[in-house]
């Protein structure tokens, strides 16, 4: 069974800074493009960053500057280093993990693979 598990959540003053890791299993990681998602109490999920399988990122315009997005596909890890962050920035953050069907590996694979994590949540107030 596919396993995302984030941690590094937590309480932070705002301002400061939290780095979140996304632990991926039983899934070929450098298959698939990752993300992480926020969802706000009251609000819907929403992307944070992504990055892709060949290592190209997209952040949502009121992350970009002070969030990054990385990822070792060495340890089927993703990072979230957060920084300055704001009380908005409080939800529960999710990793994803998305491989469009196509070619892989010589095999074609009809089938899209979409796989979330439980969550980590982050607060932030001083």
């Known amino acids: 069974q596919v396993q995302l598990v984030e941690s590094g959540g937590g309480l932070v003053q705002p301002g400061g800074s939290l780095r979140l890791s996304c632990a991926a299993s039983r899934i070929i990681f450098n298959w698939f493009n990752m993300a992480w998602y926020r969802q706000a109490p009251g609000k819907q999920r929403e992307l944070v960053a992504s990055i892709s399988r060949g290592g190209i990122t997209n952040y949502a315009d009121s992350m970009e500057g002070r969030f990054t997005i990385s990822r070792d596909d060495a340890k089927d890890m993703v990072y979230l280093q957060m920084n300055s962050l704001k009380p908005e920035d409080t939800a529960v953050y999710y990793c994803?993990?998305?491989?469009?069907?196509?070619?892989?590996?010589?095999?074609?694979?009809?089938?899209?693979?979409?796989?979330w994590g439980q969550g980590t949540r982050v607060t932030v107030s001083s």
């Open positions: 994803n993990a998305d491989r469009p069907r196509g070619y892989y590996n010589g095999a074609y694979y009809t089938n899209d693979a979409n796989y």
